[in-house]
């Protein structure tokens, strides 16, 4: 076993990765954990707790209670002992009664201090979990852009429930920790202060273990914590990516790129958990040393009549209880540090920036007609290379504009800009004349449909998935919108027809009447711009008919931004934009180009499919 785990030690391999850059941690420099950090992230965690005030008042009368109870036992049994040693008689029913009271006292006020904690700790990663999930949905497309989906995921599930499953046991055992400490040293203090000075020689000997262990766990938690959210994302990318990794027979390279960061966890939660492991020992050595301390002493100063051997057997019971909070302390020390480890994860995705407020003045626009303008727009992704240069040109409604060109030449880019998935860096774009910037996002996409190449379907009958179009749309509605798009009859043949079910991502329909699906939604959004992604993969020519059938029914009367690859839409285009490394280069109808020469007709007589 050491073996393995001291592996990666000695011979430092270098990583299998298969599209590793993208996890929130990776590609940047992980902080070393200073005590600001996480005493910052423990600040916050506390205002989340905070907002369930009452009831922790409640959980701390409980603590109070509980921990004097947890007093008042030893305490009595020392004073029966010395008034029995002194031969005074002992109402021994008496006292065994009021004993077991005060133990059953004991037991009701700590479960009840139990279960409200667990309330409020459920409640607190509750909270958390959907301001999370809400959060999420609010950011723009570009921390999509940069971040593994599982990577994400991992912050939602494997986070969050490590902040539930640390904070509601440690909350209330710190609590209790520092009154049952400060009781018993005080009462100690109070019974015999040398016994209590003598007995304190071990708290610099724990003060400096402690010191030097929870040092080394706070970093390998935390460690354990990202190398979790890494090899989250793995997973999701090597499911999602299975077609893939099978048909290049990449099977081997994918597990060892597995077990590379399935190594990492193990070693982290191996040290982590080791190195806190001694926590318990190290406790323990010292508790009997300060057992020893008090039977050696505490015997020398009963001889000489200085204490009583009740007073030995309350101080034995209490350097128990007063090692058993260090010890809790300590241990909840550690749940403390990685119930922070995973709420700083989940802050760190809930400080991202959501996506940028509506400028103020922005209004919805009721009914985009579909003029569209860009004027010198620009944009960048990194805010260095522009991706999209001085791009000018103007279509009217209803018109169809194509967007042609080499890959990566800007297309998708600039119907992102169109969508206010990005703001552009330079010039301007206006809709019916009005700056884009003034118009509220969630009307203007409202007013947007988009059928693009990876066509999402979810888990759900045929009819909900078209339904996703218009959520108020009626069954006839939705009849209606399939016939349009020429789905109608595809979806009659099939089992169960319109509520026939769809496996996850619409397994178990084609390419081609996924697409029919996908048109047949937009079609009831009834949208007044329309963005296409035409598909590139060949599809049989009934199919390609019906969808271009589908394909006309959906763009008429509206403005439709279309990433054309066949020839067949191109023509038909009103307008053809022609963009190369992020410029627009020419414009104009097929026939124009075709007799401007240049890229164009470059693309066309080539037969590549632009
Ligand atoms: N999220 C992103 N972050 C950084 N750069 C990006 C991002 N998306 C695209 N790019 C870059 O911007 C350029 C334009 O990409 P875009 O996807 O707009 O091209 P495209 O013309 O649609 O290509 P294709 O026809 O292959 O889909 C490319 O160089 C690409 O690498």
Same mark, same amino acid.
């Given at each position: ?67 004097? !109870? ?68 609010? !950011? ?53 202060? !040398? ?416």
């Amino acid at each position: 076993m050491f073996r393995t785990l001291l592996e990666p030690f000695r011979h430092p391999r270098p990583v299998v990765e298969l599209g590793e850059s993208r996890g929130l941690s990776s590609g940047r420099k992980p902080k070393a954990p200073g005590a600001k950090d996480w005493s910052s992230t423990l600040r916050r965690l506390w205002s989340y707790l905070a907002e369930r005030r009452v009831k922790l008042i409640l959980v701390l009368l409980m603590v109070v209670c509980s921990s004097g !109870l947890s007093l008042l036992g030893p305490f009595m049994i020392g004073r029966a002992v010395d008034r029995y040693l002194e031969g005074g008689g002992s109402h021994w029913g008496l006292f065994l009664t009021g004993l077991g009271a005060v133990y059953v006292l004991y037991s009701l006020t700590s479960w009840l201090q139990n279960i409200w904690m667990i309330e409020i700790s459920q409640e607190t990663v509750y909270r958390m979990r959907t301001e999370l999930f809400a959060h999420l949905h609010r !950011l723009p497309i570009s921390f999509f852009n940069r971040r593994q989906q599982g990577e994400i995921m991992s912050r939602l599930t494997n986070d969050i429930e490590n902040v539930s499953s640390n904070l509601n046991s440690s909350a209330i055992d710190i609590f209790s920790g520092v009154l049952t400490l400060v009781g018993t040293v005080s009462v100690m203090l109070w019974l015999s202060p !040398l016994l209590t000075l003598l007995t304190f020689i071990v708290v610099p000997l724990m003060a400096l273990g402690m010191r030097w262990i929870t040092r080394r766990t706070g970093p390998l938690f935390k460690q354990r914590q990202r190398n979790m959210g890494e090899l989250n994302g793995y997973i999701e990318e090597t499911l999602s990516g299975q077609r893939v990794i099978k048909a290049f027979g990449q099977e081997q390279r994918v597990i060892s790129g597995f077990r590379d960061r399935n190594s990492r966890i193990m070693l982290s939660g191996f040290w982590a958990q080791s190195i806190s492991g001694f926590i318990p020992k190290l406790m323990n050595g010292l508790n009997n040393l300060s057992f020893a301390i008090v039977a050696g002493f505490g015997g020398m100063l009963a001889v000489r009549g200085s204490i009583t051997v009740g007073v030995i057997l309350v101080f034995a019971e209490y350097t128990r209880q007063f090692t058993r909070p260090l010890n809790d302390l300590a241990n909840q020390w550690n749940s403390v540090l990685s119930a922070v480890a995973g709420a700083e994860r989940v802050f760190e995705v809930l400080d991202e920036r959501a996506e940028a407020d509506d400028e103020s003045g922005a209004a919805s626009a009721r009914q985009i007609r579909g003029g569209v303008k860009f004027q010198g727009v620009s944009f960048s992704y990194n805010g260095e290379t522009d991706t999209l240069s001085d791009i000018s040109f103007e279509a009217k409604p209803g018109e169809t504009i194509a967007l042609v060109g080499p890959t990566g030449a800007g297309k998708t880019t600039l119907i992102g800009l169109l969508s206010r998935f990005y703001n552009p860096s330079g010039g301007t774009i206006a809709i019916d004349g009005r700056d884009l910037a003034s118009i509220r996002r969630e009307s203007l996409r409202s007013q947007m449909a988009f059928v693009l190449q990876d066509i999402f379907l979810f888990k759900g009958s045929i009819r909900d998935n078209i339904r996703y179009g218009r959520l108020d749309a009626s069954d006839e509605e939705v009849e209606r919108a399939a016939r349009l798009a020429n789905a109608h009859s595809f979806i009659m043949r099939l089992p169960g027809g319109y509520d026939r079910m769809l496996s996850v991502e619409g397994g178990g329909i084609s390419q081609g009447q996924k697409q029919l699906l996908a048109i047949a939604r937009a079609i009831l959004a009834n949208p007044a711009m329309l963005v296409l992604d035409e598909a590139t993969s060949s599809i049989d020519t009934v199919t390609e008919l019906k969808i271009q059938e589908g394909l006309q029914s959906l763009m008429k009367g509206r403005t439709s931004f279309v990433i054309a690859h066949r020839l067949s839409t191109i023509r038909q285009a009103d307008r053809i934009l022609v963009l190369r490394g992020g410029r627009l280069v020419q414009q104009g109808s097929h026939e124009e180009l075709m007799d401007q020469g240049g890229l164009y007709s470059e693309l066309v007589r080539g037969g590549v499919k632009a």
